[in-house]
Nanobody, 122 residues
């Protein structure tokens, strides 16, 4: 099983990025997906989650209205669209898969990607 996260980079405050997570080695459509992030010196935190069909989404309060999680099961790929980024969004971002109903804690996820770094700075 492999989860390949991409799309991170350096962006100015107020800018946008779209992260992708391409999955191989399992039936992507059978798993819920989550995005987590970990800033330097902080614990990993839940950012967003999506159910198997893509019609139910969940967000931590700090990203509601700015981030959008989505998925294309036919492409084995999930996305995190991030708009109006702030310095507080600077972190390593991870995608993860779970057979459980979208946990908000990292221990509920079975498979993890390697992370992609998002840096918000002027």
């Amino acid at each position: 099983v492999q989860l390949q996260a991409s799309g991170g980079g350096l962006v100015q405050p107020g800018g946008s990025l779209r992260l992708s997570c391409t999955v191989s080695g399992l039936h992507f459509h059978a798993y819920r997906m989550g995005w987590f992030r970990q800033a330097p010196g902080k614990e990993r935190e839940f950012v967003a989650g999506i159910n198997r069909g893509g019609d139910n989404t969940y967000y931590t309060d700090s990203v509601k209205g700015r981030f959008t999680i989505s998925r294309e099961n036919a492409k084995n790929t999930g996305y995190l669209q991030m708009n109006n980024l702030s310095r507080d969004d600077t972190a390593q971002y991870y995608c993860a898969l779970t057979p459980l109903p979208v946990p908000r804690t990292s221990d509920g996820y079975k498979y993890w990607g390697q992370g992609t770094l998002v840096t918000v700075s002027s």
